[in-house]
């Protein structure tokens, strides 16, 4: 009880205290005052420099390798504490946050998939705390609003002059959201243009038509990692299939021995060949589920420090946790459950389903 | 009526008539689901699961309106 209690006033000081923070900075400035911008809605992630290497990368590969170091940090503590052979429960907040997580999966595996859940678990544990990082760590403040000073590579971006603040020994530029700049695009400029717009930031040149690039974005909000993570997803599904059932697995989606049953093995044969697209389809919305939900989630954070940029956004961002949160929890089950129906015989697939679930 | 605008409200009429049906679906999934555990609530972990996995397929189809949508806003035809 205690344990919930703190749980709860710890999300509702990150909601008080990060979310108008997060509002305030998405609109660059006071809301409506002369630094209020247009949010810039851009699907394609955009590129920034790789410092001392030259080249660009998009902002949301650059978010995944530090969501990658984050997590791998939180293996190395964990396995610190493993390797001295301690048996105590851990202590402290983060210790008892992952102890927490990582036992309702596991209980959540035991549930669903009963003796295969122990061998299932870990892939889910890490596709959870993956995407749960990711989709939380797009909600910190200067996420996705702090960047490069550029002019927009999209038609579509608004642009806008450059402002100077001084605060103190701080100056940084915002973008003045009173002054729309038309943006020209000529082609043949391009080159020289992403030159002088990458020293911009340094404040040896300066866009006249800018808008504000981020260094982070939430990873999700890329297809490209959704993507990738429904393929790696599935694959091992298919691979689960393989290794537990050999080549029969098969059968489930070309029923040969179905054939021999008549008219009514024609239909199972059929249906056979559905479970491939089914398959298929299954990629495309593990894809887009989550795509949908984070992307959309940032165009309302966005459109809501725009409206009303004070108090407001604070609610948003208590929902975008929530959001981020379950689907990470969907992403995660799905792939559980998805493995388990894999792992299950055609022929068995009825007797042991029901069965277990009684047990749970 | 230009295509820039044609587009728009495409992408619009997508998602907003794709989003109906799944909006009912999930509507009737979470009745029939809770009407369950209220009725035994023992069952609750089971029902939640599958609940859960009912929602997912149910919304599926309200992505795919979603996939239309942004095509039609993002991807130059």
């Not at chain 1, 006033?9 to 609109?27: E, K, M, Q, R, W």
């Not at chain 1, 390798?65 to 940090?73: F, G, R």
């Not at chain 1, 200067?142 to 642009?159: F, R, T, W, Y």
């Amino acid at each position: 009880m205690r344990k919930a209690l703190t749980i709860i006033i710890a999300v509702g000081a990150v909601v008080a205290l990060c979310g108008p923070l997060t509002g305030f900075l998405y609109s660059g400035g006071l809301g409506k005052s002369p630094y209020g911008a247009l949010p810039v809605v851009s699907l394609p992630a955009e590129a920034i420099p790789i410092p001392w290497f030259g080249g660009k990368m998009s902002n949301t590969f650059f978010t995944t390798l530090i969501i990658d170091a984050l997590l791998l940090l939180l293996v190395g503590l964990g396995l610190r504490h493993a390797r001295r052979g301690d048996v105590r429960p851990p202590k402290g907040v983060l210790g008892g946050m992952v102890e927490m997580i990582a036992e309702a999966l596991a209980n959540f595996a035991d549930n669903v998939a009963g003796q295969r859940g122990k061998s299932i678990f870990p892939l889910v544990a890490t596709l959870f705390f993956f995407i749960l990082v990711g989709n939380w760590f797009k909600l910190l403040p200067g996420a996705e609003s702090i960047g490069i000073l550029e002019k927009p590579h999209l038609a579509n971006i608004p642009a806008y002059a450059p402002r100077l603040i001084e605060l103190g020994p701080l100056s940084f530029y915002t973008v003045d959201g009173t002054h729309p700049v038309e943006v020209e695009h000529s082609d043949g400029e391009a080159q020289a243009d992403t030159a002088t717009e990458a020293h911009a930031a340094e404040g040896e040149g300066i866009c006249t038509a800018c808008n504000i690039t981020p260094f982070i974005r939430g990873v999700a909000t890329d297809l490209n990692f959704t993507l990738a993570l429904a393929l790696v997803t599935m694959a091992l599904v298919q691979a689960w299939g393989f290794r537990s059932q050999g080549l029969r697995y098969l059968v489930k989606f070309i029923n040969l021995p179905a054939l021999s049953k008549g008219p009514i093995g024609v239909i199972e044969f059929a249906a056979g060949l559905l479970e491939i697209i089914s398959e298929f389809s299954r990629i495309i919305s593990f894809a887009f589920r989550l795509l949908g939900n984070i992307f959309a989630g940032t165009v309302l954070i966005f459109v809501m420090s725009n409206l009303i940029p004070f108090i407001l956004p604070a609610g948003f961002y208590g929902l975008e946790l929530f959001v981020g949160a379950i689907q990470a929890v969907v992403f995660a089950l799905l792939a559980l459950v998805f493995i388990n129906m894999a792992t299950q015989g055609h022929g068995d697939s009825s007797h042991a389903a029901p069965g277990e679930a009684a047990h749970a | 009526m230009d295509l820039l605008a044609a587009r728009a409200l495409g992408a619009g009429l997508a998602i907003g008539l794709g989003a109906i049906g799944p909006g009912i679906g999930i509507g009737l999934l979470v009745l029939g689901a809770l009407q369950a555990i209220g009725r035994n609530p023992d069952t609750s972990g089971t029902v939640l699961v599958n609940m859960i996995l009912g929602v997912a397929f149910t919304e599926a189809i309200a992505i795919y309106a979603l996939v239309v949508s942004l095509i039609l806003i993002f991807v130059g035809i």
